[in-house]
């Protein structure tokens, strides 16, 4: 059978359906996200044959990743890590009568992103792998490093403060047993259910949701944010939103692709630095946080980008570019298929079917989402006091399910109430979570490093990673005085 006959024959493109909905349904609820939807039908997949198996995976990798942008807009609750820039101006923009715009932009610009990466995969794969294969855990560390500083200097109006915030989130990763050794316990205080370390979904539920849900309390009265959409069947971004903004749409496809094929660095980066990138080369930066389209495009085109970039090294080198397509290898493994550099000469068939799903994938992901829009956008009219009790046992019962026991309840409580506490005085949030997220893999790239070197100055002899340091520790002096003269500018017009 021919490789478009394999994808396009009735079974396989039910399956497909199939999971692009189930991603999307699972990526959209805070608590659920991708890697748990592609687990829970990994044992289903190894009843069908290589093809079918692995394109319903894919569907579902592709609708998760997409669909985490509708909690991220609707409720400014990402329903992934990857959504977690998507929020900053897909929510005010939401706050302004566009939820519907919004969630179309955010949509199509996923929908580009995710064709940007099957491209890439398809056409540059040997390139690019051939250029992540050379970096070493310092390399690594570098730019780890580097996305850490542009996140906290760009995010939020005081340099400080963006910077005070992501260490807490770095001081969070560091809780539960050295990630080295595994044996040095760190911030436990005798519990022993942190000696595992913080869940990914309760940090985001607990610093996100719960302050939402805190901050909401208090204006329960106030009149909900209308949806102004037009009733129409398919959703698209108006013409201005759609053709306004393609330096920024290729400028995050290839951000997100390239930190795509980069083990382990997944969309969340992707995402944080596309959007520090758009912000930092926008001609209107002052308008980002404030509901522009150019974030939500800078955001939801890289974090779709890397899903294509993340397999380039799991099928070229048989190293998982992230958690998800870790779980597509496996399934892979068990239908008898050895993945890495010799699967592109022995199987060439079977690399342009999985291509070619990540494409089909890809369409049938925005057809769904832009005929889902009216469901998704009526959400906002749903009076509060309704909404948020729901939306609060949504995360409690998403943070039980993670351990299936009580205590992380506590948890996300405890970090919510910190999550609060720093949006009330204007410490973003973003980059504690960057920090979070990239804390364990900077420890790890850090002390590999040193142990392969000897030393920081052997580590900082390797040219490529140092530049990423001195690039850093240039970056924050330099921000921190332009966004003072950038006040003082805005105090003396009276701005």
């Not at 939020?156 to 047993?177: A, F």
């Not at 509901?291 to 980008?305: F, K, M």
């Amino acid at each position: 059978m021919s490789v478009a006959g394999s994808i396009l024959n009735p079974e396989v493109m039910a399956l497909m359906c199939l999971g692009v909905v189930v991603g999307i349904i699972f990526g959209a609820i805070p608590g659920l996200n991708t890697p748990i939807a592609v687990a829970l039908l990994l044992p289903f997949s190894f009843a069908l044959d290589t093809v079918p198996a692995v394109s319903l995976l894919i569907a579902v990798y592709m609708g998760g990743i997409s669909g985490g942008l509708v909690s991220a807009i609707l409720l400014r609750i990402p329903g992934t890590a990857a959504a977690i820039a998507t929020t900053f101006d897909g929510y005010p923009m939401c706050q302004k009568g566009q939820a519907a715009e919004a969630l179309a932009i955010g949509t199509f610009g996923s929908f580009i992103g995710g064709l940007f990466s099957a491209f890439a995969l398809w056409l540059i794969a040997p390139s690019l792998t051939k250029m992540a294969i050379k970096f070493g855990p310092w390399e690594y560390f570098g730019i780890t490093f580097l996305s850490l500083c542009l996140v906290s200097v760009l995010m939020g109006n005081n340099v400080v403060k963006g910077l005070i915030s992501m260490l807490i989130g770095l001081l969070l990763s560091t809780v539960g047993m050295s990630s080295m050794d595994g044996v040095v316990k760190r911030f436990t205080f005798n519990f022993y259910q942190l000696e595992a370390g913080l869940s990914m979904v309760i940090v985001i539920i607990g610093i996100y949701a719960v302050p939402e849900i805190l901050a909401t309390a208090g204006r329960l009265r106030e009149d909900m944010t209308s949806a102004n959409f037009e009733k129409k069947i398919f959703y698209l971004p108006s013409k201005k939103n759609m053709l306004g903004y393609w330096p920024c749409i290729l400028r995050s496809s290839v951000i997100g692709t390239f930190i795509g094929v980069l083990p382990g660095m997944g969309s969340s980066t992707g995402s944080m630095l596309s959007y520090a990138a758009a912000k930092k080369l926008s001609k209107h930066p002052e308008e980002f946080g404030q509901g522009t389209p150019e974030g939500v495009y800078a955001t939801e085109v890289s974090n779709n980008a890397v899903t294509g970039g993340a397999l380039i090294p799991m099928l070229s080198l048989g190293v998982p570019g992230d958690s998800v397509t870790a779980i597509i290898m496996a399934a892979l493994v068990m239908q008898g298929i050895s993945v890495g550099p010799m699967l592109f000469t022995t199987n060439k068939g079977l690399i342009h079917t999985l291509i070619l799903a990540v494409f089909v994938a890809n369409i049938l992901m925005f057809v769904f989402q832009s005929f889902g829009i009216p469901i998704f956008a009526r959400i906002v009219q749903v009076p509060r006091y309704y909404l948020m009790p729901l939306i609060a046992m949504c995360c409690v019962i998403g943070c039980v399910s993670v351990n299936n026991r009580v205590f992380d309840v506590y948890v996300i409580i405890v970090l919510g109430i910190l999550g609060y506490a720093l949006e009330k005085n204007h410490y973003p949030l973003p980059p504690l979570l960057l920090g979070f997220v990239l804390g364990s893999m900077v420890e790890q790239y850090y002390r590999r490093s040193l142990m392969y070197y000897g030393s920081f100055w052997g580590c900082m002899s390797q040219w490529s990673a140092g530049s990423f340091l001195v690039i850093a520790a240039v970056l924050i002096p330099v921000v921190s005085f332009m966004m003072k003269h950038m006040s003082l500018k805005k105090a003396g017009t009276g701005q």
